[in-house]
């Protein structure tokens, strides 16, 4: 057992304890998150109900014991991670499980068994990515396998029989009875890529090298990422007819070139190539025209594309500060398919502006984590994998969010780890199992520093 000496009096510091007791706190805060889940799934239960849940019992131990499974998973596998992270995922996860099984009532197709079955196997990916990525540095050697393994998945559901056009999107691949988005998959591999790349061509794309009278600027070459980002984007845009993919994917390339670089100027010609590119897809494309119509005035198309967004914003005005109370709601009886999009809809009409905004808050929170992850990386390839999965999280909150309050065009995403939705939800857990080991690794480097000195 070492030990380290700071400033005087002499205080010693074990590696043991110390991990003992950031995994002792993520413990007590699972058990906090899955007592919240519990109480949400009881009060839901007695309203609609006023019994108490026949299978109460098998869901408060799917709950603790997936709870716990992934925490001992960690103690294990990544005994210095963030202990904030985890606990809040498992939040996030436990309340969009209450929402989606009591929306439910209003559904023939029933998603609940299915979410459930979607977070056991999330789970264990988590536990199965702590178990294969012992090292990020891996990672950056396989940067090509990478993104030909992105592409094809990219690719997927454009093949006959196998690719499956759902919603006018073309997005999602059929095995038997069970429908996937590769897509979900693919944009973690492209953040591992993005990395990798932008760390490896560092220098080309921040230092001027073309003097134009006395002033230096980035070399024209330099820009070819960009324009090929913006290609792949608008390409998926008008090949599988998705604006909130190439959307995300854009910003995400964007985001993290400017990370890469310091360099703003990157970000005002990408904003300028994709506001373009956007403008003439929705002159070419039906259905990016018939969002952003439905955007400026859903009113108008009351009947067709805007019936969704006007019963969301009633259902929000409906729940005022404190909401109806859960289980009391008529989001599901209103609004089509709440369970995906419109799930954030829902809380906000039954949890009011309180219930909505802890929700946000719980996503601030794991932003926050994931780039003081970022900052706090040991080297500039796991710097920037945590800071692009982190961008990917935020903007897919605010997006969907965005677009739910009319902000934005409504983009089709789902709301991480609380919407229904299996590949997001698998890939998800992958995204925070990633950022859980970049956390382990720097904590035990620092720790490491310490010793030394």
Avoid at 47 to 63: A, H, R
Avoid at 190 to 213: D, P, Q
Avoid at 326 to 334: E, K, N
Avoid at 389 to 417: D, M
Wanted: charged content about 15%; overall charge positive; aromatic content about 10%.
């Amino acid at each position: 057992m070492s030990s380290i000496s700071v400033g005087s009096p002499s205080i010693n510091i074990s590696q043991p304890k110390r991990r003992h007791w950031r995994r002792r706190s993520e413990f007590g805060m699972i058990l906090l998150a899955s007592g919240l889940t519990i109480c949400a799934y009881l009060i839901v239960s007695l309203s609609l109900t006023s019994k108490i849940p026949s299978n109460l019992q098998f869901f408060l131990g799917f709950v603790l014991i997936l709870g716990l499974l992934a925490h001992l998973a960690t103690r294990v596998l990544a005994p210095e991670a963030d202990s904030v992270l985890l606990p809040t995922v498992v939040l996030l996860n436990g309340l969009g499980y209450v929402m989606i099984s009591r929306l439910d009532v209003y559904s023939v197709h029933k998603s609940a068994p299915w979410q459930a079955a979607w977070t056991a196997l999330g789970v264990g990916v988590y536990i199965l990515t702590l178990k294969v990525v012992k090292r990020t540095r891996d990672l950056d050697r396989y940067r090509y396998i990478i993104a030909i393994i992105a592409a094809i998945l990219l690719a997927l559901p454009l093949i006959p029989h196998v690719g499956e056009n759902i919603g006018g999107a073309r997005l999602w691949i059929h095995i038997g009875n069970v429908t996937f988005q590769p897509i979900e998959i693919a944009k973690l591999l492209l953040v591992i890529f993005f990395a990798s790349y932008f760390v490896e061509k560092k220098e080309l794309l921040s230092i001027g090298t073309l003097r134009i009278g006395n002033r230096l600027f980035a070399d024209p070459r330099s820009f070819g990422p960009i324009l090929l980002a913006a290609i792949v984007s608008l390409m998926a845009m008008a090949i599988e007819h998705d604006v909130g993919f190439a959307l995300l994917l854009f910003v995400l390339f964007i985001s993290m070139l400017w990370i890469a670089t310091g360099r703003f100027a990157y970000v005002l010609l990408g904003i300028a190539v994709f506001a373009l590119g956007t403008w003439m897809g929705s002159h070419l494309l039906v259905q990016v025209n018939d969002r952003i119509v439905v955007w400026l005035d859903p009113w108008k198309y009351s009947s067709g594309g805007g019936f969704q967004p006007i019963q969301g914003i009633i259902s929000l005005a409906a729940g005022g500060l404190g909401g109806v109370g859960l289980g009391q709601g008529l989001t599901g009886l209103y609004v089509p398919v709440p369970q995906s999009d419109y799930i954030f809809v829902a809380f906000g009409e039954e949890l009011g502006l309180f219930g909505s905004a802890a929700i946000i808050v719980a996503f601030l929170i794991i932003i926050g984590s994931g780039f003081r992850i970022a900052v706090a990386a040991k080297s500039d390839f796991a710097k920037l994998v945590a800071a692009g999965l982190t961008i990917l999280i935020g903007f897919q909150s605010f997006f969907i969010l965005a677009g739910i309050e009319r902000i934005l065009p409504l983009t089709g995403v789902t709301l991480p780890w609380v919407s229904y939705g299996g590949s997001s939800l698998v890939a998800n857990y992958v995204l925070l199992a990633l950022l859980m080991r970049i956390s382990s690794e720097s904590e035990e480097r620092k720790l490491e520093d310490l010793l030394k000195e």
